[in-house]
């Protein structure tokens, strides 16, 4: 479908905490497709979101040092232009709590345990009460793997002075580190336009690490179920969606997030992927654009 010259914002920040590999391959591919496509930072007021058709967020990875800040350019965007994802959907998903609604809902969970800002912590405590000898500590709004440490039952008082700083500053999160994440036991399920187009194993990630993937995979018949039944939470459709899954010692399928707000989604892993999110964003964009 051509883009008809139709205006879209690939929305990023002003300084990248890491390199996108996917976004000069998608913003050419939106060129080609008769897209006036550009790259826009959401903390760069110079360009604003009323410039464009269609505003797509992609690489916002810093947007965790101010979620307030970028909550409001989020509604900003939503006002003067079409979001994708839609506002609500984004807004849903900017906090990790959304795990525990998924829990409520039935969808089996990585086991988490969330601190609110200010309040007491005890790291010792938290592993004793919920049988954890080996715990990742990270804060509830948060992008890569910034400020995301694996503690074990050794080095306690190191994680409990880890997370006694930050929860000063921010909600936290804690959750069992699960050991099927070294053998490629995470993947992360990419979904565009309403299809599941490939999965892609990734490798543990803490702070500071670079991120390390597979090739493309195909997605199974039961992570499609899983990732059916996580969509079906939604109040609006996504135009893209990122479940990451792992499988715990019995086996069953658990999901360790739900990326729904900036997610890398492997496009150079897998072509047709590329070419769907591509079709997907030109149609939505002139569908925007005055005639």
């Given at each position: 479908?051509?883009g008809?010259?139709?205006?879209?914002?690939?929305?990023?920040?002003?300084?990248l905490?890491?390199?996108?590999?996917?976004?000069?391959?998608?913003?050419?591919?939106?060129?080609a497709?008769?897209?006036?496509?550009?790259?826009?930072?959401?903390?760069?007021?110079?360009?604003?979101?009323?410039?464009?058709?269609?505003?797509?967020?992609?690489?916002?990875?810093?947007?965790?040092?101010?979620?307030?800040?970028?909550?409001?350019?989020?509604?900003?965007?939503?006002?003067?232009?079409?979001?994708?994802?839609?506002?609500?959907?984004m807004?849903?998903?900017?906090?990790?709590?959304?795990?525990?609604?998924?829990?409520?809902?039935?969808?089996?969970?990585?086991?988490?345990?969330?601190?609110?800002?200010?309040?007491?912590?005890?790291?010792?405590?938290?592993?004793?009460?919920?049988?954890?000898?080996?715990?990742?500590?990270?804060?509830?709004?948060?992008?890569?793997?910034?400020?995301?440490?694996?503690?074990?039952?050794?080095?306690?008082?190191?994680?409990?002075?880890?997370?006694?700083?930050?929860?000063?500053?921010?909600?936290?999160?804690?959750?069992?580190?699960?050991?099927?994440?070294?053998?490629?036991?995470?993947?992360?399920?990419?979904?565009?336009?309403?299809?599941?187009?490939?999965?892609?194993?990734?490798?543990?990630?803490?702070?500071?690490?670079?991120?390390?993937?597979?090739?493309?995979?195909?997605?199974?018949?039961?992570?499609?179920?899983?990732?059916d039944?996580?969509?079906?939470?939604?109040?609006?459709?996504?135009?893209?969606?990122?479940?990451?899954?792992?499988?715990?010692?019995?086996?069953?399928?658990?999901?360790?997030?739900f990326?729904?707000?900036?997610?890398?989604?492997?496009?150079?892993?897998?072509?047709?992927?590329?070419?769907?999110?591509?079709?997907?964003?030109?149609?939505?964009?002139?569908?925007?654009?005055?005639?």
């Open positions: 479908m051509s008809q010259g139709a205006r879209v914002g690939i929305v990023t920040c002003m300084e905490p890491e390199p996108d590999p996917d976004e000069r391959p998608l913003l050419e591919a939106l060129r497709s008769g897209l006036d496509a550009r790259m826009v930072a959401w903390d760069d007021h110079s360009l604003g979101p009323a410039s464009f058709d269609l505003c797509v967020v992609r690489s916002a990875w810093n947007y965790h040092e101010d979620p307030a800040k970028f909550g409001q350019w989020m509604r900003t965007a939503a006002d003067a232009t079409r979001l994708s994802n839609p506002l609500p959907v807004r849903w998903n900017l906090h990790k709590r959304y795990l525990k609604e998924m829990e409520s809902a039935g969808i089996p969970i990585v086991p988490s345990r969330f601190l609110d800002r200010g309040a007491p912590a005890d790291l010792g405590t938290l592993m004793r009460e919920e049988g954890w000898d080996d715990v990742v500590v990270k804060p509830a709004i948060s992008a890569g793997s910034a400020n995301t440490r694996r503690f074990d039952a050794d080095h306690i008082d190191e994680g409990d002075g880890f997370l006694n700083e930050l929860v000063t500053q921010r909600d936290m999160m804690v959750q069992p580190y699960m050991k099927a994440i070294e053998a490629g036991g995470e993947r992360a399920l990419v979904w565009i336009d309403g299809e599941a187009t490939h999965c892609v194993e990734k490798s543990p990630r803490f702070a500071d690490d670079e991120e390390s993937v597979s090739d493309a995979l195909d997605v199974t018949d039961d992570e499609r179920v899983m990732l039944r996580s969509l079906a939470m939604l109040t609006e459709w996504p135009l893209y969606a990122r479940l990451d899954v792992i499988r715990d010692a019995d086996g069953t399928l658990r999901v360790s997030e990326e729904l707000l900036e997610p890398s989604l492997f496009l150079i892993q897998h072509p047709p992927a590329m070419e769907r999110l591509v079709s997907a964003i030109a149609r939505l964009a002139t569908a925007t654009a005055p005639a």
